[in-house]
C-alpha cells in the first residue's frame, strides 16, 4: 500500500525533468542498495516476534546429512519433532541421542538458567547449536526461531535440491511479555475439518501464540460431540435440506486428536460453549432449552436468535451443567470459555419462570440474570480449578463476585472495566485484532465483514496495550476470525462435491499477513514496536508462509515518491513489497494483469492518480490487488460516507428497485440520512420510496419522489435504525429509472446523525 502518497514535489521548470530523472536513479539506487541489505540480512534478523535480544555474530553453521540432534528423554519428542521438521525438506535422516556430549544441535531445559516462563536461549556457532527452555514451551519457541534462522525451504515438505542449510552465528535471549497470545477461531459458523484446525495451530505456533479460543458453538452449528445429549450434533450441527446440509461435528476422538497435537506446539485449546445466546443449534435439537419450547430450525443465513436458553427452568440450567462438566473432562485447559455477548432478553421478559426467578433473587432488572447465570457457572467452574472466561458483556450485565477473565472486544479502554471485581481482561478489539475485516476498502477486495472499517496490517500493529506485569489486569492479546461470512450467501460456500478448500484458502487470506502483527503485539512490549522494522522483516516471511502450505493477501507495492512534473502529470516510483516480486502497472485508469507493463525501476508517469494503478506478481496465480487512489469526494463530507456511485448502466429504462449494499455504514442504532448527489450527464434521474433492509427484515420506509438532474441538490432520506445486529448485511433498496435515458452519473452517501 502507498507509503508516500502526500510527498509530492513540484517541479516548476522543464530543465527539472533531467533532474528528476537523476533524483529518481539515485532513489531506485539508494532503494536496490537498501533492497540488497534487507535480502542479505533478512535471513539472520528476519525472526517474528521480534525477540527480546539478538547479537549477531561471525560465521553459519552449516546441516549436514551427519548433523546429530540430542535431547533428554523427556523432551525427546521436541528432539523428533525437528528431526523430522529437516527430514522432510532435506531427505535426510538425522539421528536423534541422549547425551548432548558430541550433539551438533543440543536441546535442553533449565528454568533458572532462563529465568522467564515460555523463555528460551538459543546460541549458534559455526560448529553447534544449542537452545535451551524455560519449559518445554520455550524450548518448542526456540526451536520455532532456529528455524526462522535457515533458508525459507526448510518448511518445505518434499526434499529440495541446491540449497545450502545454513544458519548464521546468532546469541538470542527471549521471552513473551505477556501469558496469553492467542487466536479465536469460529468453526461454529462455518465447520472447518480437522486437518484444517491442525493448520491453523501449527501456523499459530509458528509465530509464538499459545492460546486458541475454539468457538465451537452458535446459532447456526453444534460442532462439540456429545455423549449425554447426542440430538445436539445429530441435529444441531447441521442446516438445510437433507440432499444439501451444511455443517459437521467433532466427535471426542477428533478433540483427542487436535489436543495433541496443540499440546506439543504449546498452544492451549480453549472450548467456547456460548449461552445464554448464540446457542439456537441446542435448541433446535432440545427445544424445551428455551422459553418457549417451540421448534425452530438451523439457519443457513446469519442472523443472531433472540431464543435464549431458558435460565428459569431447572432443566435448562441441568443441561448446562451437564454439558460444561462434559466439556471439561474433555479438554484439559484451566479456561472455559461460555460467550455471553448480545443477548437480548425479550424472551425472558415474558417468561413465567424466568420471573420467578428474578422474584427469587431480588433482581431489579431482567439483564441481571445473565450476571446470576454467569456468576453460578463461575463458581461451579472454581469448583472444578477452571476459571470462566467470557466476552465483556459477562462483566457488565449484572453482579459477578467470582473473579472472570473479560475478552474485551469494544474498545481498549474498557479492559478499565474488569478492576472493580477483580477481574481479568484480554484485548481482542474489533478495531485492531478482527481479522474478519478486510485489510483494505480498495475495490475488488474479498468478501468480508463490512459493519466497521477495514483492518490493515499496520493497524493491527498499531494496537495500545499496555506493557505486562504481574499486578495487570490485562493477561494478554487475542485475534479473531468469525467465520460467518460464509453465512451471509452461497459466495464462498464449498462444493464438496469439487472437493473444494476455499474456505481454507479464505482464511489463510484474511489471517496472514495480520497473524503476524497479532504476533508481535502480544510478544513483545509496545514501547519496542517498530513498523517499518516489521514491515521489513515480515517481507521475508511470504515465501515461509507459502512453504508451509498456507496462503496470505499479496501487499500492493510499495509507492516511494510521487512526483509533480512541469506539465501537471504524475511520476511514481515504486518499491516491492515481497522479494522476488514483479510489479505490473496501467496509467489509463485499468486495473492491471499478470501482462500489464512491468515495472523497470524507473519513474512511471500517469496524468493522475486515479489513472495509476500497480499490482504485485508473484506468481501468475498470487497477485495483490492495485495500489489505488479513490477519487477525492471531500467536498461532499457532509453528506457522510461514501456508499455507491452510479453510472449509465446502473440506471432503468423503467422503474426497478435498485439495490445498495449499506453494510458497514450502518454501524449501530440510530436516525441515518442517505443523499443521493448527481454529479453530470443530460439526463434525469427519477427516484422513489426508499426502503432500508436488515437481511430480509425493512426496518424502515422513507416515501419519496425525486427528479435528479446534474447540479441539482442532493435527494435525501431518513431512516432510523433500532435492531442493529453486528455482522449483519444492510441494504438501501430505492425505486429509480431514467424516464429520458440513461446519461446520469451520481455519488450515494450515508451518515448518522448525532
Known amino acids: 500500500m502507498p507509503l508516500c502518497p502526500d510527498q509530492s514535489k513540484i517541479i516548476s521548470q522543464p530543465n527539472d525533468t533531467k533532474k528528476l530523472i537523476m533524483r529518481r536513479l539515485l532513489t531506485l539506487l539508494t532503494a536496490f542498495l537498501l533492497l540488497a541489505v534487507v535480502t542479505a540480512h533478512g535471513q539472520r534478523t528476519a525472526i517474528v516476534p521480534q525477540p527480546v535480544s539478538l547479537t549477531e555474530k561471525p560465521g553459519e553453521f552449516t546441516l549436514t546429512q551427519r548433523t546429530t540432534i540430542s535431547a533428554p528423554a523427556d523432551l525427546a519428542r521436541y528432539a523428533e519433532y525437528l528431526r523430522d521438521r529437516i527430514d522432510a525438506a532435506t ?27 515460555e523463555g528460551y536461549t538459543l546460541d549458534v556457532t559455526p560448529t553447534t547449536v544449542t537452545i535451551t527452555g524455560a519449559d518445554a514451551g520455550g524450548l518448542y519457541y526456540g526451536i520455532q526461531t532456529l528455524l526462522q534462522l535457515f533458508p525459507e525451504q526448510i518448511y518445505a515438505d518434499a ?86 446440509k451444511l455443517g459437521g461435528f467433532y466427535t471426542q476422538d477428533d478433540i483427542r486428536e487436535i489436543l495433541d497435537y496443540a499440546s506439543l506446539r504449546n498452544v492451549e485449546v480453549i472450548p467456547e460453549i456460548e449461552f445464554p445466546a448464540h446457542i439456537l443449534s441446542a435448541v433446535v435439537a432440545y427445544p424445551w432449552l428455551s422459553c418457549t419450547g417451540l421448534q425452530h430450525e438451523l439457519p443457513r443465513q446469519h442472523f443472531i436468535s433472540r431464543d435464549l436458553i431458558c435460565v428459569g427452568k431447572d432443566s435448562s440450567i441441568k443441561f448446562l451443567t451437564d454439558i460444561l462438566e462434559e466439556t471439561m473432562e474433555l479438554f484439559p485447559s484451566k479456561y472455559i470459555n461460555i460467550g455471553g455477548d448480545e443477548a437480548v432478553y425479550s424472551r425472558w421478559e415474558e417468561c413465567a419462570d424466568c420471573q420467578a426467578l428474578m422474584k427469587r433473587e431480588g433482581l431489579s432488572k431482567v439483564s441481571e440474570l445473565q450476571g446470576w447465570l454467569t456468576d453460578s457457572v463461575a463458581r461451579m467452574m472454581a469448583r472444578h480449578d477452571r476459571t470462566v472466561i467470557g466476552w465483556e458483556e459477562i462483566i457488565t450485565r449484572g453482579d459477578v463476585s467470582t473473579p472472570v477473565v473479560a475478552l474485551i472486544w469494544h474498545n481498549v479502554d474498557d479492559s478499565t472495566l474488569v478492576a472493580p471485581g477483580g477481574h481479568k481482561a484480554i484485548l481482542t478489539p474489533a478495531t485492531h485484532m478482527y481479522l474478519d475485516f478486510p485489510e483494505s476498502s480498495t475495490p475488488g477486495e474479498i468478501k468480508a465483514a463490512g459493519w466497521m472499517p477495514p483492518i490493515s496490517l499496520e493497524r493491527a500493529y498499531s494496537m495500545p496495550v499496555n506493557d505486562y506485569s504481574d499486578s495487570s489486569s490485562v493477561i494478554g492479546v487475542m485475534g479473531c476470525l468469525w467465520s460467518d461470512q460464509f453465512i451471509h450467501g452461497t459466495v464462498l460456500q464449498e462444493l464438496p462435491h469439487l472437493n473444494e478448500n476455499r474456505s481454507e484458502k479464505y482464511i489463510d487470506y484474511l489471517t496472514f499477513p495480520r497473524l503476524l502483527a497479532v504476533s508481535e503485539v502480544a510478544w513483545g512490549r509496545e514501547k519496542d514496536r517498530d513498523y517499518a522494522d516489521f514491515v521489513s522483516r515480515v517481507g521475508q516471511h511470504y515465501a515461509r508462509i507459502n512453504r508451509k502450505g498456507a496462503g496470505y493477501r499479496v501487499p500492493e507495492p510499495v509507492v516511494t515518491s510521487i512526483d509533480t512534473l512541469a506539465d501537471g502529470r504524475l511520476a511514481f516510483t515504486l518499491a516491492p513489497s515481497v522479494p522476488g516480486s514483479q510489479i505490473r502497472y496501467t496509467t489509463d485508469g485499468t486495473y492491471p494483469t499478470v501482462h500489464s507493463a ?26 495483490s490487488l492495485p495500489v489505488y487512489y479513490a477519487p477525492d469526494y471531500s467536498a461532499y463530507e457532509k453528506y457522510g ?25 450502518i454501524s449501530g442504532n440510530g436516525t441515518y440520512e442517505i443523499a443521493f448527489v448527481p454529479l453530470k450527464g443530460a439526463s434525469p434521474l427519477q427516484l422513489g420510496d426508499l426502503r432500508l433492509m436488515k437481511r430480509d427484515e425493512q426496518l424502515d420506509l422513507a416515501s419519496g419522489k425525486h427528479t435528479l438532474k446534474a447540479g441539482d441538490a442532493p435527494a435525501v432520506y431518513t431512516v432510523k435504525v433500532d435492531s442493529f445486529e453486528a455482522g449483519t448485511p ?25
Open 730 to 754: 444492510f441494504t438501501v433498496v430505492v425505486d429509480q429509472y431514467g424516464p429520458s435515458g440513461n446519461d446520469s452519473h451520481g455519488l450515494i452517501f450515508i451518515r448518522r446523525l448525532p
Open 641 to 665: 460516507k461514501l456508499t455507491a456511485e452510479w453510472a449509465p448502466l446502473q440506471v432503468q429504462p423503467k422503474q426497478a428497485p435498485w439495490r445498495i449494499d449499506a453494510t458497514g455504514k
Open 159 to 244: 526434499p529440495q535440491r541446491g540449497v545450502k542449510w545454513t544458519a548464521p552465528c546468532v546469541s538470542i535471549f527471549d521471552a513473551p511479555e505477556r501469558p496469553w497470545r492467542g487466536m479465536m477461531l469460529d468453526v461454529a459458523r462455518y465447520f472447518h475439518d480437522v486437518d484444517y484446525v491442525k493448520h491453523f495451530i501449527d501456523m499459530m505456533a509458528m509465530y509464538k501464540l499459545n492460546k486458541l479460543q475454539f468457538h465451537l458453538i452458535d446459532d447456526s452449528g453444534w460442532r462439540l460431540e456429545s455423549k449425554r445429549y447426542p440430538r445436539l450434533t445429530e441435529v444441531g450441527a447441521y442446516a438445510g435440506p437433507e440432499h444439501n
Open 598 to 623: 512491468l515495472y523497470d525501476g524507473k519513474p512511471v508517469i500517469a496524468d493522475s492518480r486515479t489513472d495509476f494503478h500497480a499490482i504485485t506478481v508473484v506468481n501468475p496465480k498470487q497477485v
Open 91 to 117: 531427505g535426510w535422516q538425522l539421528a536423534v541421542s541422549k547425551s548432548n556430549a558430541k550433539a551438533d544441535i543440543r536441546l535442553s531445559v533449565d528454568s533458572a538458567k532462563v529465568g522467564r516462563a
